[in-house]
């Protein structure tokens, strides 16, 4: 019985984090897959700038490193930014797998130009960057926002009737005008409108969290892991250091609060 740990790159309260666990139900699992969703103890309440960047990349790292002396047998990241990833890689022999490069390649495997849908013009930066960084601005038809800022707690409740026209309307003119083939939804925060959306558009949609539970259910069941020539190990691992960080951190938090 696989057990695969969920990264949550918020500090989300339980509602917060059912609401992410709500993607379980968009895709057929294993009866036997396990998923247990666990928020980071602190971090960003915004995800636009490098400053933002850096302190997720510490949170989601944290929050993973011990997943593999917990019994857990893979880790999942639900974030577009892929934040820590390289890091738990470098730290655990279990599969790490996170969405942004993934549905990238995924979409390329459907098609061969995508796009990617993003939430508000501030978010336009990170993903941008991301195709650059992973050498697929050949393939990527254009990065679109339909401008309507995130809410990483609430996702899109409430807002079904504005939001989700806008995102088809923008969905459309990758397609129309920037000649996507495929498109890639921005965040796991958009995952309720994953279905309505998939129903209107004449071309795939990649549900970027969904897809994370699938493709390390396919590494478990053909015995493969990230690379150790890619991610290698630490000569000097600081665990320690990174979890009295990050206490210090959500003590931090919880000060600010009160």
Not at 121 to 137: F, M
């Amino acid at each position: 019985m696989p057990r695969i740990l969920v990264i949550v790159p918020f500090a989300l309260d339980a509602d917060g984090v059912r609401r992410r666990q709500a993607q379980l139900s968009a895709v057929q699992l294993a009866p036997d897959s396990t998923f247990v969703f666990r928020p980071v103890k602190a971090g960003p309440s915004s995800f636009m700038s490098p400053h933002d960047f850096a302190l997720m990349d510490v949170a989601i790292f944290e929050a993973g490193v011990t997943a593999e002396e917990d019994g857990f047998d893979a880790v999942c990241i639900d974030t577009m930014s892929d934040s820590g990833m390289a890091a738990l890689r470098s730290v655990l022999d279990i599969p790490v797998v996170s969405p942004g490069r993934a549905s990238m390649l995924f979409a390329l495997t459907l098609g061969s130009k995508f796009s990617v849908l993003a939430q508000w013009d501030p978010a336009l930066y990170r993903y941008r960057h991301a195709v650059r960084e992973y050498g697929l601005s050949a393939q990527c038809a254009s990065v679109r926002s339909f401008g309507i800022p995130p809410d990483f707690d609430a996702l899109l409740g409430g807002k079904k009737e504005t939001a989700f026209p806008k995102m088809l309307e923008t969905c459309m003119a990758c397609i129309e005008e920037d000649g996507a083939e495929v498109i890639c939804l921005g965040s796991t925060t958009m995952h309720e409108a994953a279905a309505w959306l998939a129903e209107r558009l004449p071309v795939p949609l990649i549900n970027p969290g969904p897809l994370t539970y699938k493709l390390v259910e396919t590494m478990l069941a053909l015995g493969l892991t990230h690379s150790r020539a890619a991610y290698p190990r630490p000569v000097s691992p600081e665990l320690g250091l990174l979890h009295a960080m990050m206490d210090g951190a959500r003590a931090y938090a919880d000060g600010s609060k009160a």
